[in-house]
Structures are given as structure tokens and as C-alpha cells.
């Protein structure tokens, strides 16, 4: 070894020079070996330059400053590539990570609801970097969604919309959300359901199928949803006698069917809310059809649906009931009754007997008592209210 003016010199046995030399008491070895003694020297001498400038790095400091600098453009990458990631495929990896308040999946209809929304009014954005959409690009896009007319559609669209870009903000991929646009999420059409008359609904059972009477009884007076309807069951029906006498029928419901598109089978799980699980006694106006119906058509077995498709077995699809209602309700001169309207008629008549909001929110398997309140209308029943609050007067 060759003592230089800084550092050490030696001569391997292969012929190559190795340049060595001392900081802070530990010696440290070139990154490679030399060619000639000069080319060794010229080493030590730019090492001991760069230790003079605060410049020199240890093979350890070298090699994590390599691998920061590697990590550094790794996510770099990433995030170019999160940047670039587009809003339909941000979206649908969002919809994949939907939980409820109670951290369960969120329901197949509702996850059908968002894939239509995405796939339908939100289409136009599909595209977009999910990191690039601005207040701008929303009030663009909601702009057009209301010049389709479909002012309900738009608003349930704008609070997805909303919802999801909350969440790559909060994930990194949006800087901040985009400033709200005053009641985008909470527009309405201003068209209210109003429930069929009396004299409607008479009109809409009689068009309807034989088999399917019965269902459209039960529904205006019980107040069950259409899933809740197609999946009940013979054991769901409690009948309480007396010497032998019916005399009440309750309908037990803790179920529900949803088909949605795509499935090959239905789903079958709870109500649509927890309240849903409930015990709704019928009138004998709604019982007494119900009863003559599972005599003639539904098997002896507690697993029979009360209103099955037409192999008797499967659960009836909402679009099979569907194409009869919309012909019945037309019969009717209500085109534009929905289904749903049957439970406003439940609701309506049951407050005008007396019920409660509370109880109405009850029956209907609703948690909240202001949400139950917009199902209830007039009956007609008016007049004679107002004579019995004019009798109530005149004997306080």
C-alpha cells in the first residue's frame, strides 16, 4: 500500500489499483477499482474535494440517496397515474367499497340505483380524470342533465356525484371538492304521487289479472312495498280464530325480493329500512280476499309465496307486475299512478282512521314520522271531520 498525501493506494493481485482513505475514523473503499495508479489517484483527489465541499456521500449514503430518489419517482408515477385515473373507473372502484351506517354491503337495489346513475346522467363524465373536475365541469354537467327535463334524476345524480368526489378528495386524488351548487341534490319535478280514489282503485282490481287481485288489495291496505309484497310467504299470514271464526289476520314481514339487472337470481334479505321488520294487522276489507286467494291458488306449505311468477315457484319480477298494473291503472284514467301510490292510499286512510304519524310510520315500516307524513293525503272525508269536530264543540 502507497501512502499518498490524502488517502492510501494498493495494488490488488488482479493488477487493478484500489483507493482507499479515512473519515471520521472509518475507512472507506473506492466504488471500484482502477486501471492505473494515475486514474486511482485522480479518485482520491475529487473525493477529497467533494468531502471539502459537504458534497461526498458514503457507498451506504449513496445507495439510500438511489433508493429515495427511486421511491420519489416510483410515486410519482403513481401519482400521475391516480391523476390520470378516470372518474368511471374511480367511480365503480367506489361503488365497490360502499358500506351502510351499519357496516353491512349496502343493498343490491341501491348499488343498482348508483351503476344506473353512473351509467346513465353521469355517463357524459366517464371519461374525465376524476382529478380534474373543477366547479366548472360540474356546473357544465348539470346544466345538461337539467335540460333533459328529468329534474329528479339530475338531483339524485348530482348527490352520487358529490358523494364520490368527497371521497377522492379525501383519498388524495381531488384537491378539494368542487364548491356546491345551491340545491342541485334536492331539485324536484313538483309532481307529488297522489293516491288512486276509491272508485279508481275499484277500477284498477277489476282489470287486473284474477290472480293478482288480491295483491293489489292487500297492498292499498296494508301499506307493504312491492318487494316486500312479492316475498311473502303462507307463514308469513297469522290468523287468529275465535270458536273457529277469523277473526284477524296479520301479515308478518321481515323480508324483501329485489331483482336487478345483470343477476341471475333475486336477492332476497331484509326490508328496505330496520323499522321494515314489523306485524301489519289487515282490515277484513283486505283479509277476506287474501284468505279466499291462498285457498284457491297457494299450496299447504309455509314456504308458498302468496303471489309466486308464473311457474308458481320463483319469485314474481317487478317489471311481470308491472305491464298489468300499467294497463289497469289506465282503465283506471290514472296513467300516472305508480304502484307506490297504493301505499299513500295505506297511509292516507289509516291516518284518516285515527292513526298516529308515529303509527303511520309504523305500518308502513318507515323509522322516521316526517318521512311517513308526506304518504298521507285527503280521503275525502273532510265534511264530515269537520261535522264531528263541530260536535266535539258543542259538548265541551
Same mark, same amino acid.
Given at each position: 500500500?502507497?501512502?499518498?498525501?490524502?488517502?492510501?493506494?494498493?495494488?490488488?493481485?488482479?493488477?487493478?489499483?484500489? $483507493?482507499?482513505?479515512?473519515?471520521?475514523?472509518?475507512?472507506?473503499?473506492?466504488?471500484?477499482?482502477?486501471?492505473?495508479?494515475? $486514474?486511482?489517484?485522480?479518485?482520491?483527489? =475529487?473525493?477529497?474535494?467533494?468531502?471539502?465541499?459537504?458534497?461526498?456521500?458514503?457507498?451506504?449514503?449513496? #445507495?439510500?440517496?438511489?433508493?429515495?430518489?427511486?421511491?420519489?419517482?416510483?410515486?410519482?408515477?403513481?401519482?400521475?397515474? =391516480?391523476?390520470?385515473?378516470?372518474?368511471?373507473?374511480? !367511480? @365503480?372502484?367506489?361503488?365497490?367499497? =360502499?358500506?351502510?351506517?351499519?357496516?353491512? %354491503?349496502?343493498?343490491? @337495489? @341501491?348499488?343498482?340505483?348508483?351503476?344506473? /346513475?353512473?351509467?346513465? %346522467?353521469?355517463?357524459?363524465?366517464?371519461?374525465?380524470?376524476?382529478?380534474?373536475?373543477?366547479?366548472? !365541469?360540474?356546473?357544465?354537467?348539470? #346544466?345538461? $342533465?337539467?335540460?333533459?327535463?328529468?329534474?329528479?334524476? #339530475?338531483?339524485?345524480?348530482?348527490?352520487?356525484?358529490?358523494?364520490?368526489?368527497?371521497?377522492?378528495?379525501?383519498?388524495?386524488? *381531488?384537491?378539494? #371538492?368542487?364548491?356546491?351548487?345551491?340545491?342541485?341534490?334536492?331539485?324536484? @319535478?313538483?309532481? %307529488?304521487?297522489?293516491?288512486?280514489?276509491?272508485?279508481?282503485?275499484?277500477?284498477?282490481?277489476?282489470?287486473?289479472?284474477?290472480?293478482l287481485r288480491s295483491f293489489v288489495i292487500v297492498a292499498a291496505w296494508s301499506g307493504l312495498r312491492s318487494g316486500e309484497m312479492r316475498e311473502l310467504r303462507r307463514g308469513d299470514v297469522v290468523v287468529t280464530r275465535d270458536a273457529g271464526a277469523v277473526v284477524g289476520v296479520a301479515l308478518r314481514v321481515s323480508r324483501a325480493v329485489t331483482h336487478t339487472t345483470g343477476a341471475t337470481k333475486p336477492h332476497i334479505g331484509a326490508p328496505k329500512t330496520g323499522a321494515g321488520v314489523r306485524?301489519?294487522?289487515?282490515?277484513?276489507?283486505?283479509?277476506?280476499?287474501?284468505?279466499?286467494?291462498?285457498?284457491?291458488?297457494?299450496?299447504?306449505?309455509?314456504?308458498?309465496?302468496?303471489?309466486?311468477?308464473?311457474?308458481?315457484?320463483?319469485?314474481?319480477?317487478?317489471?311481470?307486475?308491472?305491464?298489468?298494473?300499467?294497463?289497469?291503472?289506465?282503465?283506471?284514467?290514472? %296513467?300516472?299512478?305508480?304502484?307506490?301510490?297504493? =301505499?299513500?292510499?295505506?297511509?292516507?286512510?289509516?291516518?284518516?282512521?285515527?292513526?298516529?304519524?308515529?303509527?303511520?310510520?309504523?305500518? /308502513?315500516?318507515?323509522?322516521?314520522?316526517?318521512?311517513? *307524513?308526506?304518504?298521507?293525503?285527503?280521503?275525502?272525508?273532510?265534511?264530515?271531520?269537520?261535522? $264531528?269536530?263541530?260536535?266535539?264543540?258543542?259538548?265541551?
Open positions: 500500500m502507497s501512502r499518498e498525501a490524502w488517502g492510501a493506494l494498493r495494488r490488488l493481485p488482479s493488477k487493478r489499483w484500489q $483507493a482507499s482513505f479515512i473519515v471520521d475514523g472509518v475507512r472507506h473503499t473506492g466504488p471500484t477499482t482502477f486501471d492505473t495508479k494515475g $486514474a486511482a489517484r485522480a479518485y482520491l483527489s =475529487r473525493t477529497q474535494a467533494e468531502i471539502a465541499a459537504g458534497t461526498w456521500l458514503s457507498k451506504e449514503d449513496a #445507495a439510500a440517496a438511489r433508493q429515495a430518489a427511486a421511491d420519489e419517482r416510483a410515486a410519482a408515477e403513481r401519482d400521475a397515474e =391516480r391523476r390520470a385515473l378516470p372518474f368511471s373507473a374511480f !367511480a @365503480t372502484d367506489w361503488l365497490s367499497k =360502499r358500506y351502510s351506517a351499519s357496516g353491512k %354491503p349496502i343493498r343490491e @337495489t @341501491t348499488r343498482a340505483e348508483y351503476r344506473r /346513475l353512473l351509467d346513465g %346522467p353521469l355517463a357524459s363524465l366517464a371519461d374525465i380524470p376524476v382529478s380534474s373536475i373543477d366547479r366548472a !365541469a360540474v356546473e357544465d354537467w348539470h #346544466a345538461a $342533465a337539467l335540460a333533459t327535463g328529468r329534474v329528479t334524476q #339530475a338531483a339524485r345524480a348530482y348527490a352520487l356525484l358529490s358523494s364520490i368526489l368527497r371521497s377522492a378528495v379525501s383519498r388524495g386524488m *381531488l384537491a378539494e #371538492a368542487p364548491e356546491p351548487i345551491r340545491g342541485a341534490a334536492s331539485a324536484k @319535478t313538483g309532481k %307529488p304521487v297522489k293516491p288512486p280514489t276509491p272508485e279508481e282503485l275499484a277500477v284498477i282490481i277489476a282489470e287486473m289479472p284474477e290472480r306485524v301489519v294487522p289487515l282490515p277484513a276489507v283486505a283479509y277476506r280476499p287474501l284468505l279466499s286467494h291462498m285457498a284457491d291458488r297457494v299450496p299447504l306449505n309455509p314456504d308458498a309465496l302468496l303471489w309466486p311468477a308464473a311457474d308458481g315457484v320463483a319469485n314474481m319480477r317487478q317489471s311481470t307486475f308491472a305491464r298489468h298494473w300499467k294497463n289497469a291503472r289506465e282503465s283506471a284514467g290514472r %296513467p300516472d299512478l305508480p304502484l307506490h301510490g297504493l =301505499r299513500h292510499y295505506a297511509a292516507s286512510h289509516y291516518s284518516a282512521a285515527g292513526a298516529t304519524s308515529r303509527e303511520v310510520a309504523d305500518r /308502513l315500516g318507515q323509522a322516521s314520522e316526517g318521512i311517513a *307524513l308526506r304518504y298521507t293525503h285527503g280521503t275525502g272525508r273532510e265534511a264530515s271531520l269537520v261535522e $264531528a269536530l263541530d260536535a266535539a264543540a258543542l259538548t265541551a
